[in-house]
Structure formats: structure tokens, C-alpha cells
């Protein structure tokens, strides 16, 4: 079974370009979130999509940041004018259920991507 | 204002020795905790998990031992090797599954 599969793996763009980033999901798994990491900081929660629909996107920093999950698969993350503190790691990760309280027993968790490295100059 | 917090930066064992990492909390709703291990330019690598019921979980080597009273959890790797050399996140959720993390524990694991 793939993992979560990220693209591109590294983007050097200048501040005011444009960058989107997209992520696979595992197969099966309708929870899709995205995180980031900046600066060496914590990862960082930004949104949550449940199948095709934002659930949680309260991480979002601004709305030079879009999500899309069309079709309930693949999800790109847009930023767009990218700004220089946009540079960072951000990682895609997909779960099968919801609440993952409720399962986590049973061996559902939340898996992470490789990560995509952005860096705006 | 921090709701994960590891407080040691760097941890440094012998081979062979257990390693043991430290995670604390403030938030009383989060439901289960999860480790995860990541190496330089790679992502997070899921470890281990624990459900806020249990107080103790066990995968090979690796035991997770949840206190709740004082909202502190510890990883434990016994035996420690070489190749547990690496980054150690706590993370916590609740029912939005929404990952707080901590800052990271490195762990060096010499001969």
C-alpha cells in the first residue's frame, strides 16, 4: 500500500509567485489534513478535509493560502502571492476514520507525508 | 500558549540502555496521544499510539505510559539502537483530530 505521497518534494520560488503544492493520500482514507513547519518551530496544524469537504481549516494563516480536495481524492494547497515567512515544510497526512479517539485501539492513526520543502526568496 | 510541551530538547543514550521520552500537557479534552519519529528531510513516521483510557501501550521495543493525574506521558525504547537516532514528536488530539505537537526531542543513540 502507497503512503502519502507529496509533490514537489523541494520549490525555491521568488517572493510574489505563485507555488501549489499537492498530496496523494493513502488509498481509502477520506480524512486529508495539512500541516506545516516553519522556522524549526512545531508542526503546526492548518486544515482538515473530510472527504471533499473542509471540516477544519482554522490553521489557515491568511487567505493568500487555498485548499482544494476536488472529488474527495488528491488535495492541492495554493499559496498565493507567496511571502518570505511561507518558507517552511509542509506535510500532507491522511486518516480512514474521523475521531480518531474512538479508534485508535483498533490501530487507526494519522499518517504523515515525506513533506513538501518551500523556500521564498 | 503551549499545550504540548517536551522540555528536553536533546536526549543522548548508550546502546542498549532504555531511552526515555518525556511529553507533558495542559489540555484535559485530548482524547489519545501518538509518537511519531522523524528523521532530517524525511516526514514524521507514526511509532506508537495511546487512547486516553489506557495507561500503558507496548509495541516491541517501544511502550508508551500515559499518567493522566499528571497529564504527562513517557516513550520508552528498550533496547535503544543506533538507528532509533532521530527526532521524537508528542502529539495529542481530541475529537476534531486536530494534532498539537510538541517541539521535538533528538535522540542520539551512541555505541
Known amino acids: 500500500e502507497a503512503g502519502v505521497t507529496q509533490f514537489p518534494s523541494h520549490s525555491v520560488i521568488e517572493k510574489g509567485q505563485t507555488v501549489t503544492l499537492r498530496c496523494d493520500p493513502i488509498?481509502?482514507?477520506?480524512?486529508l489534513y495539512w500541516y506545516r513547519r516553519v522556522m524549526g518551530k512545531e508542526i503546526k496544524f492548518l486544515l482538515h478535509?473530510?472527504?471533499?469537504?473542509?471540516?477544519?481549516e482554522s490553521g489557515m494563516p491568511n487567505n493568500r493560502f487555498l485548499a482544494e480536495r476536488t472529488g474527495g481524492t488528491y488535495s492541492t494547497l495554493k499559496v498565493q502571492p507567496a511571502e518570505l515567512e511561507d518558507s517552511g515544510v509542509y506535510f500532507c497526512?491522511?486518516?480512514?476514520?474521523?475521531?480518531?479517539?474512538?479508534?485508535?485501539?483498533?490501530?487507526?492513526?494519522?499518517?504523515f507525508g515525506e513533506g513538501s520543502w518551500l523556500t521564498v526568496v | 500558549d503551549q499545550q504540548v510541551k517536551q522540555n528536553s530538547p536533546s536526549l543522548s543514550v548508550q546502546e542498549g540502555r532504555i531511552s526515555i521520552l518525556n511529553c507533558d500537557y495542559t489540555?484535559?479534552?485530548?482524547?489519545?496521544f501518538l509518537w511519531y519519529k522523524k528523521y532530517p528531510a524525511e516526514g514524521p513516521t507514526f511509532l506508537i499510539s495511546?487512547?486516553?483510557?489506557?495507561d500503558k501501550n507496548e509495541d516491541g521495543r517501544f511502550t508508551v505510559f500515559l499518567n493522566k493525574s499528571a497529564k504527562h506521558l513517557s516513550l520508552h525504547i528498550v533496547p535503544s539502537q543506533p538507528g532509533d537516532s532521530a527526532v521524537y514528536f508528542c502529539?495529542?488530539?481530541?475529537?476534531?483530530?486536530?494534532?498539537?505537537f510538541g517541539t521535538g526531542t533528538r535522540l542520539q543513540v551512541f555505541p
Open positions: 489540555n484535559s479534552m485530548f482524547d489519545y
Open positions: 497526512a491522511s486518516s480512514r476514520e474521523y475521531d480518531l479517539g474512538l479508534s485508535i485501539g483498533a490501530g487507526n492513526t494519522i499518517y
Open positions: 495511546i487512547s486516553s483510557i489506557k
Open positions: 478535509f473530510v472527504k471533499e469537504s473542509k471540516q477544519d
Open positions: 488509498s481509502g482514507h477520506d480524512n
Open positions: 502529539a495529542a488530539g481530541d475529537y476534531t483530530d486536530k494534532l498539537i
